[in-house]
Every structure is written in structure tokens, then in C-alpha cells.
């Protein structure tokens, strides 16, 4: 037997919302393979409105309204059969989320769930990665979006423990990140590591993926702690224009590049971990495996 499968995951962030459409191959005697068809996203910025202002502003419901419509759009044409819709931490906290779940449903007939950052973490870490999980060491998972930033540590191949921070890249351009929340982090980490001798990141989320393909380095080969402490230091030697004339960054990249390169490296740090391996998955990837194996 041999079987395509066509799934979808909506990942509604504080920077930027997502589309991504899954092929997922089904033989018989082997394991299903998940083959990103589509990617999709939309730089609609809600944690600007939710965590400065407290509610989702008109022109960006309209925004959303317009993204949605095209994310159904490409959905029917693309024949996807399955698909979710999530939201994180900025419609968690803005004011008038449910009036907009609502408008948007009518609007474009895409139900949204809004989930916790607990739901958040578990849905990322339970994205296939034996591939880079090697049972005889350690991992710290961490995952920076523009509102959170959510952290997994896993050991002999299993989840130990996982945390939500509201550390996200839009809260820190805002100022919206005290040196309380650094400590509960560093705390965080350095007691669920303080265990094991060896500890190696995974890295998710925009912003480091641009990081390693800013290196050239080889898909499977990690980004040392080194290089991206001088590459911390080169970003911010740069102007926000210069990050875009000269690197190529996208607006909305050029500036949250930095407060998230700071996070890895603080993670990094506080773990003892000298690599960081960053291979192309995120929420979305977690949504469709999750939802194909049941989980969700």
C-alpha cells in the first residue's frame, strides 16, 4: 500500500502567523514519512498590540482576516484533509481574543484554539526527533517565539521536564522582560541540568534558523557557542537598516534577531552546552505530527 496524506497546521505567533502543509507518505512495512509541501507566513505582528496595548488592534484582525482567508484558499486547493489552527502567546493575552476567534470563524470558517504554554511546550517536544536524539546524552529543547519561549529538556531519549517563559522576542523589543524573568530562567535551567555532565541544545524558531543559514554550515552539523556569540556581537555592531540592506533580513526579522540570539546563548550558558543543533522544525511540525499520531 502506498497512501499520500495531505495535513495543515495554523501556528497564529506574537511575530508572525504560519501555514504549513504536510505530505505525509504511508507504505506498508515502513515508517510514515512527513514531507513539507508548504510554507507559508504572514508578519502580522499581534504581540505589538496584545502585550503593549492588551487587545488585538482593527487593522490587524482585518490582516488576519485577509490571511486566513488565503490560508483556506490554499488549503482547498492544495486538498489538505486534516488541519488545526493555534494561537499562542499574544491572543493568550490579548483582551478581546475570543471576539476575535469568533470573527475569524465566521469570516473564513477556520476554527483557532488558543493554547497555554504548557500545551505549547508539549505539542513542540513531541516533534520527531529521534533522528538527532541520541539516548545516551542530554538535550535542552528551546523554542523562541515573539511572546514565549519554551524550553524541554530531555535525557536517554525521553521528555524529563518542560517550561514556558514569557520571554518572547516582541516582548523584549518592547521592554517588557525584567531581570525577574532572566533569573527564573537561568534558575530554571541550571537546577534541570545541574544533573547531567554533558548537555547539547536543539534550536527552534525563526530566528535561528536564519542564524544557521546565515553559517552554510551542513543541515545536521551544530552551530558552536563561539560562533554565535561573534555573530551576536556582528548583529548588533549593525543598524536595524543595515541588517536589512546588507544581510537581507526581513523587516520583522531584523530586529527580534537580536534579543532571540541573546536567549540561545544565555540557554547555552546556563546549561554548559558548547553546540546547538537546529534542525527545521517548530510548532507547526509538532501540530501536524501530533495530530496524525492522536496526540492532539
Known amino acids: 500500500m502506498f497512501k499520500i496524506k495531505k495535513y495543515a ?33 504572514v508578519p502580522i505582528r499581534l504581540g505589538q498590540d496584545s502585550f503593549t496595548v492588551g487587545e488585538i488592534s482593527e487593522e490587524s484582525i482585518a490582516r488576519m482576516i485577509d490571511a486566513m482567508k488565503a490560508f483556506r484558499l490554499l488549503m482547498k486547493v492544495h486538498k489538505v484533509e486534516k488541519y488545526l489552527a493555534f494561537a499562542t502567546s499574544a491572543m493568550r493575552e490579548a483582551n478581546n481574543a475570543f471576539e476575535v476567534v469568533e470573527i475569524i470563524n465566521k469570516e473564513s470558517d477556520i476554527k483557532i484554539e488558543i493554547i497555554d504554554g504548557k500545551k505549547e511546550a508539549t505539542i ?6 529521534h533522528h538527532l536524539l541520541k539516548t545516551d546524552k542530554t538535550y535542552l529543547y528551546v523554542d523562541v517565539g515573539g511572546g514565549s519561549t519554551e524550553f524541554s529538556l530531555f535525557s536517554d531519549g525521553k521528555i524529563v521536564v518542560s517550561k514556558s517563559f514569557k520571554a518572547g522576542t516582541v516582548r523584549f523589543l518592547n521592554e517588557m522582560v525584567s531581570q525577574a524573568v532572566w533569573k527564573e530562567m537561568e534558575n530554571w535551567i541550571k537546577i534541570n541540568t545541574q544533573d547531567y555532565d554533558d548537555v547539547t541544545l536543539i534550536g527552534s524558531g525563526g530566528n535561528i534558523n536564519k542564524l544557521f543559514k546565515m553559517s552554510g554550515k551542513a543541515l545536521e552539523k551544530p552551530l558552536s557557542y563561539i560562533y554565535l556569540n ?24 531584523a530586529d527580534v534577531i537580536i534579543p532571540a540570539t541573546r536567549i540561545y546563548l544565555n540557554a547555552m550558558k ?12 517548530g510548532l507547526s511540525d509538532g501540530i ?3 495530530m496524525y499520531y492522536g496526540k492532539i
Open 9 to 41: 497546521a495554523i501556528d497564529i505567533g506574537s511575530n508572525a502567523m504560519r501555514l504549513l502543509i504536510t505530505n505525509i507518505v504511508e507504505q506498508d512495512g515502513k515508517e510514515s514519512q512527513f514531507n513539507k509541501n508548504s510554507l507559508v507566513r
Open 124 to 129: 513542540i517536544a513531541s516533534t520527531d526527533l
Open 230 to 253: 561573534s555573530q551576536y556581537a556582528f548583529l548588533n555592531s549593525l543598524t536595524y537598516e543595515q541588517r536589512i540592506s546588507e544581510l537581507g533580513l526581513n523587516p520583522d526579522r
Open 270 to 281: 546556563w546549561s554548559g552546552a558548547r553546540n546547538i543543533y537546529v534542525p527545521k522544525i
Open 288 to 290: 501536524v505530527k501530533a
